[in-house]
């Protein structure tokens, strides 16, 4: 107790102590993280169907229709597109559509991966569509960077840009980041082609083709070479720290070797 | 030991000096007057960025290969792994993973021409803002402006040796724009490339191009530009005692070899802790030319974006009627190529080439000028010179409008749309405003050397009057604000003379006069002596 109170007042204690509330704080994100994603792995049911419809009625129907026949200029029909589709929009959160706009912006997703899982059930039950990819499909280690580079230049970086930093479309719309893309979702939306993106089936790229271009995306995980990368969106942004960092200081020093001393 | 030092230094000195003769130009350099203030430096900048530039350069040259000879890839890079690529590119992979050091002098070199453009164009804008290119300096002008477009020329070409999808495209754009030239345009495009684009002469024509022949000119007139700062000694901010006649500062030995001297480290020090913590042009992301993919977020380095940004703005159709790309005998005139990247740029760097000789010409003042203006004292250059600023970067924003659109999730084509009216408003509106601003801040200062400063005490008189107590400008505060030239718009002689006969010659002095007045009409003229009696009068 005596050493404690001795130790309160020295220099470093603040930094001591912000260092283990910020150790806390990690801790406890690691945990809800990691229990959430424990939470993605739960198999599911047999009823998964009748499950899904209960869900789709309550929370999709509105647009979409109770059958999934869709409504003109409200909503597309659902028939046919598949799990892999349903597991793509709803577990990226894109849908439900929190508001209709050039696109539908991803955000936290609102259902838990057995309810995501039972809604693609329901949706694969009404016609064939693409399934859902497995784990070894998706898996960016058994996949080639180097292919993924070539395929990815070809296919989808005049969208997405070099690395898959995002990009502009017309009219509002956009090209999101894949870089906190999960692999799983990167392949559906190949496959299924979601708003403004065109569908690559797999006899434009191959299943391994998709699996290479996972890795190089998941390549860029291990950050830039050069230090710090600017949003990776070129020379733009090299430019305008040049002027504004780079100028910048060096004409701060200007004013400083400029001020007379006397 | 101090004396032997001694001994030892002015014996050496001696020596050389009996046999080169070197001491009158020494004693003529150390005792140079220099006038003080920290834009000066702006100068002094581009140059030091230069010589990183040269040092930097030289560690690259001995590793890269300007070759477009094809190889396969086998090195530590993953994501390049077995891909096909030309020496030039594989060479630069080379030295930016597997040459120690390689990659952080790779970015001390992009980040020092990212630097040098831009300390070239605000040394031009303090040049140009404080009229120091008025007479007898109009050749220097000349030169500085030579230097910025060869700065251009050393970047675009430096930006596309490594032979990456990002710089390929780039060049396809230049070719395009070169191509867009009715009947030559075809003509300099293979004599450029030697053939059909891309071909394989460019690489080591650029690189010839951006290691000896345009460094070897930036050399050349930086010793010319510097040689008539000499000659014609360096201008100064207006103060007290400096005069059209006179240089007022502090001799380059010591006081500016020891400042100068230490600014080199200081910029080479911004520029290497930058380097070494902000990735520049990572080719690997990029990866080797192609002629067929072209990324989002495409863009040349800052000072190309203009021209994009012209490319980007022109329309192919106007109000959806006209189109702006002419068939005329069976030639293709493509006006929306030509106007926004060859007519645009030629009219907007022709003006600036032959600014100080239309100002000149416009407003008659011809005699030489040694002491800056101040912008304010000057409005309508200052406003002309904003406006200029205020069109270039709506250039420039265009050439961003995706990274723009997606930053700020607005639709890139409206952005598009307001930058296309933007281009022409706001520079008109930028110019009525800084002239406003200029006019206010010249009342002002009259203002002041009228009726001094403001205080802040409050007195109350014995009949009750409350008056604020202000203090009067000291002589050297009233000198900076009274002591710039007042010149009155053209007065020119009637049109018809008192037989009534028409004047020969009298449109073009009407032109003129219409001139002077665009320059002089509206001013604000500095308080004479006499108005400060009288305002001394009025007071107390």
Same mark, same amino acid.
């Given at each position: 107790?005596?050493?404690?109170?001795?130790?309160?007042?020295?220099?470093?204690?603040?930094?001591?102590?912000?260092?283990?509330?910020?150790?806390?704080?990690?801790?406890?994100?690691?945990?809800?993280?990691?229990?959430?994603?424990?939470?993605?792995?739960? #198999?599911?049911?047999?009823?998964?169907?009748?499950?899904?419809?209960?869900?789709?009625?309550?929370?999709?129907?509105?647009?979409?229709?109770?059958?999934?026949?869709?409504?003109?200029?409200?909503?597309?029909?659902?028939?046919?597109?598949?799990?892999?589709?349903?597991?793509?929009?709803?577990?990226?959160?894109?849908?439900?559509?929190?508001?209709?706009?050039?696109?539908?912006?991803?955000?936290?997703?609102?259902?838990?991966?057995?309810?995501?899982?039972?809604?693609?059930?329901?949706?694969?039950?009404?016609?064939?569509?693409?399934?859902?990819?497995?784990?070894?499909?998706?898996?960016?280690?058994?996949?080639?960077?180097?292919?993924?580079?070539?395929?990815?230049?070809?296919?989808?970086?005049?969208?997405?840009?070099?690395?898959?930093?995002?990009?502009?479309?017309?009219?509002?719309?956009?090209?999101?980041?894949?870089?906190?893309?999960?692999?799983?979702?990167?392949?559906?939306?190949?496959? #299924?082609?979601?708003?403004?993106?065109?569908?690559?089936?797999?006899?434009?790229?191959?299943?391994?083709?998709? %699996?290479?271009?996972?890795?190089?995306?998941?390549?860029?995980?291990?950050?830039?070479?050069?230090?710090? %990368?600017?949003?990776?969106?070129?020379?733009?942004?090299?430019?305008?720290?040049?002027?504004?960092?780079?100028?910048?200081?060096?004409?701060?020093?200007?004013?400083?070797?400029?001020? %007379?001393?006397? | 030991?101090?004396?032997?030092?001694?001994?030892?230094?002015?014996?050496?000195?001696?020596?050389?000096?009996?046999?080169?003769?070197?001491?009158?130009?020494?004693? *003529?350099?150390?005792?140079?007057?220099?006038?003080?203030?920290?834009?000066?430096?702006?100068?002094?900048?581009?140059?030091?960025?230069?010589?990183?530039? !040269?040092?930097?350069?030289?560690?690259?040259?001995?590793?890269?290969?300007?070759?477009?000879?094809?190889?396969?890839?086998?090195?530590?890079?993953?994501?390049?792994?077995?891909?096909?690529?030309?020496?030039?590119?594989?060479?630069?992979?080379?030295?930016?993973?597997?040459?120690?050091?390689?990659?952080?002098?790779?970015?001390?070199?992009?980040?020092?021409?990212?630097?040098?453009?831009?300390?070239?164009?605000?040394?031009?804008?303090?040049?140009?803002?404080?009229?120091?290119?008025?007479?007898?300096?109009?050749?220097?002008?000349?030169?500085?402006?030579?230097?910025?477009? !060869?700065?251009?020329?050393?970047?675009?070409?430096?930006?596309?040796?490594?032979?990456?999808?990002?710089?390929?495209?780039?060049?396809?754009?230049?070719?395009?724009?070169?191509?867009?030239?009715?009947?030559?345009?075809?003509?300099?495009?293979?004599?450029?490339?030697?053939?059909? *684009?891309?071909?394989?002469?460019?690489?080591?024509?650029?690189?010839?191009?951006?290691? !000896?022949?345009?460094?070897?000119?930036?050399?050349?007139?930086?010793?010319?530009?510097?040689?008539?700062?000499?000659?014609?000694?360096?201008?100064?901010?207006?103060?007290?005692?400096?005069?059209?006649?006179?240089?007022?500062?502090?001799?380059?030995?010591?006081?500016?070899?020891?400042?100068?001297?230490?600014?080199?480290?200081?910029?080479?020090?911004?520029?290497?802790?930058?380097?070494?913590?902000?990735?520049?042009?990572?080719?690997?992301?990029?990866?080797?030319?192609?002629?067929?993919?072209?990324?989002?977020?495409?863009?040349?380095?800052?000072?190309?974006?203009?021209?994009?940004?012209?490319?980007?703005?022109?329309?192919?159709?106007?109000?959806?009627?006209?189109?702006?790309?002419?068939?005329?005998?069976?030639?293709?005139?493509?006006?929306?190529?030509?106007?926004?990247?060859?007519?645009?740029?030629?009219?907007?760097?022709?003006?600036?080439?032959?600014?100080?000789?239309?100002?000149?010409?416009?407003?008659?003042?011809?005699?030489?000028?040694?002491?800056?203006?101040?912008?304010?004292?000057?409005?309508?250059?200052?406003?002309?010179?904003?406006?200029?600023?205020?069109?270039?970067?709506?250039?420039?924003?265009?050439?961003?409008?995706?990274?723009?659109?997606?930053?700020?999730?607005?639709?890139?084509?409206?952005?598009?749309?307001?930058?296309?009216?933007?281009?022409?408003?706001?520079?008109?509106?930028?110019?009525?405003?800084?002239?406003?601003?200029?006019?206010?801040?010249?009342?002002?200062?009259?203002?002041?050397?009228?009726?001094?400063?403001?205080?802040?005490?409050?007195?109350?008189?014995?009949?009750?009057?409350?008056?604020?107590?202000?203090?009067?400008?000291?002589?050297?505060?009233?000198?900076?604000?009274?002591?710039?030239?007042?010149?009155?718009?053209?007065?020119?002689?009637?049109?018809?003379?008192?037989?009534?006969?028409?004047?020969?010659?009298?449109?073009?002095?009407?032109?003129?006069?219409?001139?002077?007045?665009?320059?002089?009409?509206?001013?604000?003229?500095?308080?004479?002596?006499?108005?400060?009696?009288?305002?001394?009068?009025?007071?107390?």
């Amino acid at each position: 107790m005596h050493s404690l109170a001795r130790h309160r007042y020295h220099r470093a204690a603040p930094v001591v102590l912000v260092l283990l509330l910020l150790g806390l704080i990690a801790g406890i994100a690691a945990a809800v993280s990691t229990a959430s994603s424990a939470n993605a792995a739960t #198999t599911t049911s047999a009823d998964d169907v009748s499950e899904g419809q209960k869900l789709f009625a309550a929370n999709c129907a509105s647009c979409h229709g109770l059958g999934a026949e869709g409504q003109d200029g409200v909503a597309p029909s659902l028939i046919g597109v598949g799990a892999a589709a349903v597991d793509f929009q709803v577990g990226t959160g894109r849908m439900p559509m929190q508001a209709s706009g050039p696109q539908a912006i991803a955000k936290r997703t609102q259902f838990s991966q057995a309810e995501i899982s039972q809604l693609a059930a329901f949706v694969a039950s009404l016609g064939a569509g693409p399934a859902i990819p497995t784990a070894e499909q998706v898996d960016p280690a058994l996949g080639d960077a180097a292919n993924g580079m070539q395929l990815f230049r070809t296919n989808c970086a005049m969208c997405h840009g070099s690395v898959g930093g995002g990009g502009a479309l017309s009219q509002g719309k956009f090209a999101p980041n894949l870089w906190e893309t999960t692999p799983t979702h990167i392949y559906e939306a190949m496959l #299924t082609g979601p708003q403004s993106m065109p569908v690559f089936n797999d006899a434009n790229i191959t299943s391994e083709g998709k %699996r290479d271009i996972i890795s190089y995306l998941k390549a860029q995980d291990e950050g830039s070479p050069g230090g710090l %990368r600017l949003g990776t969106i070129g020379p733009v942004a090299e430019g305008l720290w040049g002027w504004f960092l780079v100028l910048g200081l060096v004409v701060a020093s200007t004013v400083w070797i400029g001020a %007379r001393s006397s | 030991m101090g004396a032997r030092v001694n001994a030892v230094a002015g014996g050496t000195a001696n020596w050389v000096d009996e046999r080169t003769s070197i001491g009158g130009f020494v004693k *003529f350099f150390a005792r140079k007057l220099f006038p003080d203030h920290w834009s000066f430096m702006l100068g002094e900048v581009a140059l030091y960025s230069f010589i990183v530039l !040269l040092l930097s350069g030289v560690f690259l040259t001995a590793f890269f290969v300007p070759s477009m000879t094809i190889v396969t890839y086998d090195g530590p890079l993953a994501t390049m792994q077995g891909v096909e690529m030309s020496e030039a590119f594989a060479s630069t992979l080379h030295m930016s993973f597997e040459v120690p050091g390689g990659l952080l002098m790779r970015q001390i070199h992009h980040w020092a021409a990212l630097l040098f453009t831009a300390a070239i164009l605000t040394h031009m804008a303090r040049i140009f803002f404080t009229g120091a290119f008025r007479k007898p300096r109009e050749l220097n002008w000349l030169v500085g402006f030579t230097l910025m477009i !060869l700065s251009l020329a050393a970047g675009f070409s430096g930006y596309s040796l490594p032979d990456d999808v990002l710089s390929g495209n780039g060049l396809r754009i230049i070719e395009g724009v070169t191509r867009s030239i009715p009947i030559l345009g075809e003509y300099v495009s293979y004599w450029m490339f030697g053939g059909e *684009f891309p071909g394989e002469a460019l690489i080591p024509r650029l690189f010839t191009m951006h290691i !000896l022949l345009v460094p070897g000119l930036i050399l050349g007139l930086i010793a010319l530009h510097l040689f008539l700062v000499f000659l014609h000694k360096h201008t100064q901010y207006p103060g007290g005692g400096r005069t059209h006649k006179n240089v007022v500062g502090l001799p380059l030995f010591p006081v500016y070899t020891a400042k100068a001297g230490g600014f080199f480290f200081v910029v080479f020090g911004v520029i290497a802790l930058v380097s070494a913590v902000f990735t520049i042009n990572p080719v690997w992301n990029y990866g080797p030319y192609d002629p067929s993919p072209v990324s989002a977020g495409t863009q040349p380095d800052w000072y190309m974006l203009f021209i994009d940004g012209g490319l980007r703005l022109m329309p192919g159709w106007l109000f959806d009627v006209i189109p702006t790309e002419w068939e005329l005998w069976g030639y293709t005139i493509p006006m929306n190529v030509l106007v926004p990247a060859v007519i645009m740029p030629g009219l907007f760097f022709g003006f600036l080439a032959l600014y100080p000789w239309i100002e000149a010409w416009a407003t008659g003042d011809r005699g030489e000028k040694h002491v800056l203006d101040r912008p304010r004292n000057v409005p309508v250059r200052t406003s002309l010179g904003v406006a200029i600023i205020t069109f270039y970067v709506v250039l420039v924003l265009e050439a961003c409008n995706d990274i723009i659109a997606i930053l700020f999730h607005v639709s890139l084509n409206d952005l598009t749309l307001f930058l296309r009216v933007a281009v022409f408003v706001l520079p008109v509106l930028a110019y009525l405003i800084t002239r406003r601003i200029c006019l206010g801040l010249q009342r002002k200062d009259r203002e002041l050397v009228l009726h001094g400063k403001e205080t802040g005490r409050i007195v109350r008189h014995a009949h009750g009057e409350y008056v604020e107590v202000h203090e009067p400008l000291d002589e050297h505060e009233r000198w900076i604000l009274v002591s710039y030239d007042d010149i009155a718009p053209l007065e020119i002689a009637p049109e018809y003379n008192d037989r009534g006969v028409r004047r020969k010659g009298y449109k073009w002095d009407r032109f003129k006069q219409g001139l002077s007045r665009f320059y002089f009409e509206h001013r604000i003229s500095p308080v004479t002596p006499q108005e400060l009696e009288e305002a001394k009068h009025a007071h107390h």
